[in-house]
């Protein structure tokens, strides 16, 4: 099977060698940078990174070409590992995953085949809190009776937020919730709701705010919880699952999960990057969240900007954890669930 990122090295028309430090010629001169979306077209993270990719390659020396495409498969886990280990460490493979990896990389989540302290971040363009969102049919208008009735919850990986926020609630707090996953991305979540497959799901607020709009707008979908360290202003009245926590324990697990919310809507190169294309990447990054036109695009696309350096981004990844060995196991069980 070819490696989705081989036609990414095989589309670079120039090569990265040491004849250019010999002369002036930029690293990224006649390059492809491809980025890569851990999630299906059409949704959030797709959006979010096209828009990037539309305007970032200016304030790259030499203009490169950006071109995005889509890696599907466990909740981005899938491109994460392929990111690290597979793809070429010249700078021209950059990756957009769940803001929840970095955390389930602390609670030693199975299927990782990373350490991302090493991944190189390039840049945040937005936080992330999310929240789950119910039917308008289905019965459940609050937390509370989520914990007494059963709900079908659409999710897509298991590595996801989408997957992580119900399970957790469910070991945590009590809720009911039935999770079918293997949907590849939010739009497909969201189909399921209309379809009525499913009663709730998970869906990062900006999302809901910018593609989804008219699910709250028209009534037909309400909030019951938000997965963030505090309220966002468009829903007041839903309570962050930090405040569910029946004590102290509870409160660390939850807060730890809900730190995601601050990674949010990220970008990465793999380890091996050299330092000085590193640091390219994340000043074009800055740059382009600066430019006017980008921030004309995002606001018509009703997308929420809230730029953080990759430096200072690095700095908050490394400083998770510290918890002690008994609650991270059981922070870990937390994530997990099954019928």
Not at 41 to 55: I, M, N, W
Not at 203 to 219: P, T
């Amino acid at each position: 099977m070819r490696h989705v990122f081989l036609l990414a090295a095989a589309l670079a028309t120039t090569p990265f060698c040491a004849s250019h430090a010999a002369d002036s010629t930029p690293p990224f001169k006649n390059a492809r940078i491809t980025i890569s979306v851990g999630y299906g077209a059409g949704g959030g993270f797709d959006l979010y990174a096209r828009v990037l990719a539309r305007y970032i390659g200016k304030h790259i020396p030499g203009e490169p070409t950006v071109i995005v495409q889509n890696v599907t498969g466990a909740g981005s886990l899938k491109l994460a590992n392929s990111l690290y280990n597979v793809a070429p460490k010249d700078g021209t493979a950059i990756g957009m995953v769940a803001q929840s990896l970095p955390v389930s990389q602390v609670l030693g989540s199975p299927g990782i085949k990373f350490d991302f302290a090493k991944f190189q971040v390039i840049g945040r363009m937005a936080s992330m809190d999310t929240a789950v969102i119910v039917w308008h049919t289905v019965p459940v208008k609050t937390i509370a009776e989520a914990q007494q009735k059963t709900m079908n919850v659409a999710a897509t990986g298991p590595s996801s937020d989408a997957f992580i926020t119900p399970a957790v609630l469910n070991n945590i707090i009590k809720t009911k919730f039935n999770i079918i996953s293997g949907y590849t991305g939010t739009r497909a979540t969201m189909t399921a709701l209309e379809r009525r497959e499913a009663d709730a799901t998970t869906v990062s607020i900006s999302s809901l705010l910018a593609e989804f709009s008219s699910y709250i707008k028209n009534k037909d979908a309400h909030a019951i919880v938000q997965n963030a360290l505090k309220r966002h202003p468009a829903f007041p009245d839903a309570p962050t699952m930090v405040e569910l926590a029946r004590n102290d324990d509870d409160r660390r697990i939850l807060t730890l999960f809900a730190a995601g919310s601050a990674i949010g809507r990220f970008f990465i190169a793999p380890p091996g990057v050299p330092a000085d294309r590193v640091e390219i990447l994340r000043k074009a990054f800055m740059e382009a969240m600066r430019d006017p036109a980008l921030i004309a695009a995002a606001e018509k696309s009703h997308l929420e900007l809230e730029p953080m350096s990759g430096k200072d981004l690095q700095g908050v990844i490394a400083g998770l954890g510290g918890m002690p060995p008994a609650l991270l196991e059981r922070a870990l069980a937390a994530q997990k669930w099954s019928k």
